[in-house]
């Protein structure tokens, strides 16, 4: 019989997201999760099996507890403003959209398994989006998901300056004229 874990693996999965959400996957050495998680290497290995494993395991923390209740909010009927402002967040903060963000640049490309992660999340926000405008200005959706993904973008950079505001509040007010 094996020695019990001596760490919460969903804390442990919930930390390393919010580390690759801060530095990428590339931007994170083994040794920066073994010293940040404060996790034994062995014990990273044997329980994800790899940086890799554990990075599949935090994008799909990410994508379940932190994209999808924006994606809910979206397509919810009331105001859209709260929910977008969420989404976009601010620079100094964590942005609930940084880590699909840089999975969808840094890992889809060179990731079949997080390329189908990234795609699928885009898809259920292209659909909350669309449920949000006119049915003849639906061609629009795969748009309004960019320019949403863009002004995280810009507001995470520190670019987006009182713009990524005026642009965010346009946002919503078109997704609240439906």
């Keep these: 019989m094996g ?3 001596g760490f919460d ?12 959400a801060d530095r990428s996957y590339d931007g994170v050495s083994i040794d920066d999760l073994v ?18 494993g554990l990075y599949l395991a935090a994008l799909r923390w990410s994508l379940e507890h932190e994209v999808a209740p924006l ?11 709260p929910v977008l402002d969420e989404a976009i967040g601010t620079p ?4 609930a959209l940084d880590l699909l963000l840089l999975a969808a640049a840094e890992r889809a490309p060179a990731d079949p398994e997080v390329a189908g992660l990234v795609g ?14 006119p049915i003849a200005e639906r061609g629009s959706v795969g748009a309004l998901t960019a320019a949403l993904i863009g002004l ?9 300056g009182p713009q990524a505001a005026e642009a965010g509040a346009a946002l919503a007010r078109l997704l609240d004229r439906h």
């Design 3 to 5: 020695r019990p874990r």
């Design 9 to 20: 693996e969903a804390e442990v999965v919930r930390r390393a997201a919010r580390l690759f």
């Design 35 to 52: 010293t940040h998680l404060e996790l034994h290497r062995n014990s990273l290995y044997k329980t994800f099996g790899s940086k890799r």
């Design 71 to 81: 994606i809910e909010g979206i397509g919810r009927s009331g105001p859209p403003g």
């Design 92 to 95: 100094d903060g964590p942005g």
């Design 120 to 133: 699928r999340t885009f898809a259920a926000l292209d659909e909350a989006l669309s449920g949000r405008v």
């Design 152 to 160: 995280r973008l810009r507001v995470r950079s520190g670019t987006g």
